[in-house]
Structures are given as structure tokens and as C-alpha cells.
Antibody
Framework: EVQLLESGGGLVQPGGSLRLSCAASGFTFSSYAMSWVRQAPGKGLEWVSAISGSGDSTYDADVVKGRFTISRDNAKNTLYLQMNNLRADDTAVYYC???????????????WGQGTLVTVSS | DIVMTQSPDSLAVSLGERATINCKSSQSVLYSSNNKNYLAWYQQKPGQPPKLLIYWASTRESGVPDRFSGSGSGTEFTLTISSLQAEDVAVYYCQQYYNTPPITFGGGTKVEIK
């Protein structure tokens, strides 16, 4: 059974940093590109970042470029999101999402974690 | 970036009746080389992550009830719930995954019981 378990969320001041983790199990982690998708309170879904299965290629939404860094440790089956210079509008539930098929980075997601809440506030 | 626009924002439908949700993309998501529409639909219930319902615009994900169907091509798409059940109350999102990043989602449509 596929499981994705996010952690690392919390309350942080504007300008601060946070690192999110997503522990994956139940599938061959290194074969799948992975993404982070966020959802502000009461709002819709927003794709944030993606990384290839090997970790060699990364893609970011313009709104987080230069501030967020996606990475992965395939030996630990874990996905990360390093978030720096956080702003109030980064407040959201952050989900890690597994694609339905291997290799393809830009695709649909058939499994999602339960999410971790990041609140940026002074 | 491809902008996805859903309509309506919300709708109330009686149990057993049909619910129809529309999604328009700002450019075609039909890939001519394989004749596939790079369009998916998700369902999100309160307090839960999204659940994949349909991909390639009309292919139901395994385990999804056949009352859910997707149609459309190019820039205009529809999600239909043929006979609304109480457990279908949720917000529904379309998503395009055509070509290069970013992946983009529609704004969501909230479905309620009338």
C-alpha cells in the first residue's frame, strides 16, 4: 500500500525558513518523479515544485523560484522541500504527491499525503 | 502558463440527479502526436487530500464509480456525475498536465445537496 507521510510544518515568522519532509513507502520511490502541491486555507490547489526520480532535474512554480528547493534522498525514500524567506501568502497545507506513472514529471497524481500545515505569521 | 477556468463555482443538486461541472483551458491541452487530452479531474472532501477521478479527460481511475464520467477535447471539458449520491459532496478540480511546467488546476467547484 502506497503511503506518503509529510512532516515539518508549523508556525514560522515572515522571512524564516522551514524544511518539510515526505516519507514514502509501498512503491519504488526512485522510479517516480515527485511533487509538492499546496492549498491555502479555503482556497484551491497550487502546484509548487517537482523533482525527477533521480533528483537530477527540478521544476518550480514562479512564485517560489529562488526561495524553495525541492530535493530527495532515494536511499531514505524521502522527499524534501526547503522553504526560505517565507511570506504570509505561503501559508498553506503542503501535500506531497506521487504521479500515476513512472518517469514523467508533469502528470497526474494518484496518491497524496495527508498534508502538513505551514503558517507564516508574526 | 495554461489557465484553467471552472464553472460554476458551486452547484446544488438533488440526490439522484445529474451534476455537470465545466472546465476551460486557455490553450489546447490536446497533444496531436497521440491524440490525448492532458486533463484530469480530482475530488476533494473536507479535511482530506484530493483523490484522482479521471485522467486523459475521460479515463476513470481504478475504483472510481461509473457514475463519474469525463468528456471534452481541446480546451473545453466536462465532469458529469450521472446520479448524485450523498458521498459525492465535495469540491472538484480539473488539472492540466500538458507539456512543460507548471501544472495548473482550476479554481474548484463545490457540489452540495439541494
Amino acid at each position: 500500500e502506497v503511503q506518503l507521510l509529510e512532516s515539518g510544518g508549523g508556525l514560522v515568522q515572515p522571512g524564516g525558513s522551514l524544511r518539510l519532509s515526505c516519507a514514502a513507502s509501498g512503491f519504488t520511490f526512485s522510479s517516480y518523479a515527485m511533487s509538492w502541491v499546496r492549498q491555502a486555507p479555503g482556497k484551491g490547489l497550487e502546484w509548487v515544485s517537482a523533482i525527477s526520480g533521480s533528483g537530477d532535474s527540478t521544476y518550480d512554480a514562479d512564485v517560489v523560484k529562488g526561495r524553495f528547493t525541492i530535493s530527495r534522498d532515494n536511499a531514505k525514500n524521502t522527499l524534501y522541500l526547503q522553504m526560505n524567506n517565507l511570506r504570509a501568502d505561503d501559508t498553506a497545507v503542503y501535500y506531497c504527491a506521487k504521479p500515476r506513472v513512472t518517469i514523467t514529471v508533469i502528470t497526474v497524481f494518484d496518491h497524496w499525503g495527508q498534508g502538513t500545515l505551514v503558517t507564516v505569521s508574526s | 502558463d495554461i489557465v484553467m477556468t471552472q464553472s460554476p463555482d458551486s452547484l446544488a443538486v438533488s440526490l439522484g440527479e445529474r451534476a455537470t461541472i465545466n472546465c476551460k483551458s486557455s490553450q489546447s491541452v490536446l497533444y496531436s502526436s497521440n491524440n490525448k487530452n492532458y486533463l484530469a479531474w480530482y475530488q476533494q472532501k473536507p479535511g482530506q487530500p484530493p483523490k484522482l477521478l479521471i485522467y486523459w479527460a475521460s479515463t476513470r481511475e481504478s475504483g472510481v464509480p461509473d457514475r463519474f464520467s469525463g468528456s471534452g477535447s481541446g480546451t473545453e471539458f466536462t465532469l458529469t456525475i450521472s446520479s448524485l449520491q450523498a458521498e459525492d459532496v465535495a469540491v472538484y478540480y480539473c488539472q492540466q498536465y500538458y507539456n512543460t511546467p507548471p501544472i495548473t488546476f482550476g479554481g474548484g467547484t463545490k457540489v452540495e445537496i439541494k
